[in-house]
């Protein structure tokens, strides 16, 4: 049953249960579409890889990466569970500090960072810069010496590596917007650079080679073309790392083609190879920095909808319209991605038809699912598609001048709105008026 491979269950009523409450109730209470988050599923999510480091005596920092999804009461369970974050933009900065997190835990990204995004970050004294670009190097110099200050910084990497998974979300390999590329001396001479400044604090590399990886072994791959160059660094200047950051990417199950590794897994591996590299290179371990994001967020949220139109196209294909589409979850246009949903009021009864799920948009591409098994399908008729919990909400949009859905956690029997829907006064609240 597609239930065994998503953390929800059935109730007595033969609906969809999420954290103990019917999700109908739910979409009645809230509307829809409703992101739907079951907090322990995040919860045990992050224990999953923090506890795995505390088991091995891995010095580590877990930094959620917020560009999964970011909101205050999210980084609020994230601060409680006691990860790092990872940021990319000021606005991901801003809603990291409303939401009281330590400055000092806070780690940011990104490939074009403005002079204001680094001087937030400075100001506000955060953990560490992840350096990407020549360009950026002399924008922190400036800042640094204008302002007497000090800054924690990883220089982000281009290994030359190319996992299987979307070209879109592929990152590490040589052509890449991200990162200065070990191949043709770029790291070496950006190493150069920041050993002569004494207000930067270069504590190691960074390394993020792609997303939704079910194999650990390009990390693996790469985790050694790193120690190789510090090795290098170690020899000809003297350079000890303290941090070697290897990114995050670990893949989710969407549906039954999908097979990630454990968590836990993940991280021994990662731990053991960073062990033996460290003994192999007579360099001391290094602590181990990684990102998860998807992983954390992805299974523990779904996306709630209610069944408008449907057509059936005799001998081609029977097309069920929701109440959302790509304003809500654009990565089945974006990326072709793939889910699995079920009826939520009807979850326990017989499949007896193959739909496909057509969102709202005016758009032909607003597909969500092309090919679901269900039950006898009817008009209001409640949707859930499962693993929405990551690059849903951090992704939605207002196409089509459609409000921003409602998120709700729910967490030991108890619902709790943390993000409001949006409404049309919303939408046009930036509008200026031409006259």
């Given at each position: 049953?597609?239930?065994?491979?998503?953390?929800?269950d059935l109730?007595?009523a033969?609906?969809?249960?999420?954290g103990?409450?019917?999700s109908t109730?739910?979409?009645?209470?809230?509307?829809?579409p409703?992101?739907?988050?079951?907090v322990?599923?995040?919860?045990e999510?992050?224990?999953?890889?923090?506890?795995?480091?505390q088991e091995l005596g891995?010095?580590a920092?877990?930094a959620?990466?917020?560009?999964?999804f970011?909101?205050?009461?999210?980084?609020?369970?994230?601060?409680?569970?006691?990860?790092?974050?990872?940021?990319?933009s000021?606005?991901?900065?801003?809603t990291?500090?409303?939401a009281?997190?330590?400055?000092?835990?806070i780690?940011m990204?990104?490939n074009?960072k403005?002079?204001d995004?680094?001087?937030?970050?400075?100001?506000?004294d955060?953990g560490?810069i992840?350096?990407?670009?020549?360009?950026?190097?002399?924008l922190i110099?400036?800042i640094?010496e204008r302002?007497?200050?000090?800054?924690n910084?990883l220089?982000?990497v281009?290994?030359g590596?190319?996992?299987?998974t979307?070209?879109y979300i592929?990152?590490?390999?040589?052509?890449?917007?991200f990162?200065?590329n070990?191949?043709?001396?770029?790291?070496?001479?950006?190493?150069?650079?920041l050993?002569?400044n004494n207000?930067i604090?270069?504590k190691?590399?960074?390394?993020?080679?792609?997303?939704?990886?079910?194999?650990?072994?390009?990390?693996?791959?790469?985790?050694?073309?790193?120690?190789?160059?510090?090795?290098?660094w170690?020899?000809?200047?003297?350079?000890?790392?303290?941090?070697?950051?290897?990114?995050g990417?670990?893949?989710i199950?969407?549906?039954?083609?999908?097979?990630p590794?454990?968590?836990?897994?993940?991280v021994?591996?990662l731990?053991?190879?960073?062990q033996?590299?460290?003994?192999?290179?007579?360099?001391p371990?290094?602590?181990?920095?990684?990102?998860?994001?998807?992983a954390?967020?992805?299974n523990?949220?779904?996306t709630l909808?209610?069944?408008?139109?449907?057509?059936e196209i005799?001998?081609?294909?029977?097309?069920?319209?929701?109440d959302?589409?790509?304003?809500?979850n654009?990565?089945?246009a974006?990326?072709n991605a793939?889910?699995?949903?079920?009826?939520?009021?009807?979850a326990?009864?017989p499949?007896?038809?193959t739909?496909s799920?057509a969102?709202?948009?005016?758009?032909s591409?607003?597909?969500?699912m092309w090919?679901?098994?269900?039950p006898?399908?009817?008009?209001?008729?409640?949707l859930?598609?499962f693993?929405?919990?990551a690059?849903g909400?951090s992704?939605?949009?207002?196409?089509?001048r459609?409000?921003?859905a409602?998120?709700v956690?729910v967490e030991?029997?108890?619902?709790?709105?943390?993000?409001?829907?949006?409404?049309?006064h919303?939408v046009?609240?930036?509008d200026?008026?031409y006259?």
């Amino acid at each position: 049953m597609i239930l065994d491979h998503h953390p929800f269950d059935l109730n007595e009523a033969g609906h969809l249960a999420i954290g103990g409450l019917d999700s109908t109730v739910l979409a009645e209470k809230y509307g829809t579409p409703l992101y739907v988050y079951d907090v322990s599923v995040i919860r045990e999510n992050c224990r999953a890889f923090i506890g795995t480091f505390q088991e091995l005596g891995i010095s580590a920092q877990v930094a959620y990466a917020s560009k999964a999804f970011s909101s205050i009461a999210m980084l609020q369970v994230i601060k409680q569970e006691g990860l790092s974050l990872d940021v990319v933009s000021q606005g991901e900065l801003y809603t990291a500090l409303e939401a009281g997190f330590p400055a000092d835990k806070i780690h940011m990204h990104g490939n074009n960072k403005s002079v204001d995004e680094l001087e937030m970050a400075i100001e506000h004294d955060i953990g560490c810069i992840v350096i990407d670009n020549f360009h950026e190097i002399e924008l922190i110099r400036h800042i640094l010496e204008r302002k007497n200050k000090q800054m924690n910084v990883l220089l982000r990497v281009s290994p030359g590596i190319e996992p299987d998974t979307h070209d879109y979300i592929v990152t590490g390999n040589e052509d890449s917007k991200f990162g200065f590329n070990l191949a043709d001396g770029q790291a070496d001479d950006a190493f150069l650079e920041l050993q002569h400044n004494n207000l930067i604090h270069f504590k190691g590399l960074h390394s993020h080679i792609g997303s939704q990886l079910f194999d650990t072994e390009e990390m693996l791959l790469a985790a050694k073309i790193l120690f190789r160059k510090l090795a290098d660094w170690h020899e000809k200047y003297g350079y000890t790392p303290e941090v070697l950051n290897l990114g995050g990417g670990f893949g989710i199950r969407y549906t039954r083609e999908d097979k990630p590794l454990d968590y836990s897994e993940h991280v021994k591996k990662l731990s053991a190879v960073v062990q033996e590299q460290a003994a192999y290179f007579n360099l001391p371990i290094p602590e181990i920095w990684i990102e998860p994001g998807r992983a954390i967020a992805g299974n523990a949220g779904l996306t709630l909808y209610t069944v408008g139109s449907i057509k059936e196209i005799p001998g081609v294909r029977h097309y069920v319209s929701v109440d959302g589409g790509m304003t809500d979850n654009i990565r089945p246009a974006l990326y072709n991605a793939k889910y699995e949903g079920i009826l939520a009021n009807k979850a326990a009864a017989p499949v007896r038809d193959t739909v496909s799920i057509a969102g709202k948009c005016c758009e032909s591409g607003d597909m969500l699912m092309w090919d679901l098994p269900v039950p006898v399908i009817e008009s209001n008729d409640i949707l859930a598609v499962f693993s929405t919990g990551a690059y849903g909400y951090s992704m939605a949009n207002h196409y089509n001048r459609f409000p921003k859905a409602a998120v709700v956690f729910v967490e030991n029997g108890e619902d709790q709105a943390v993000v409001k829907r949006e409404t049309y006064h919303d939408v046009v609240k930036n509008d200026i008026s031409y006259e």
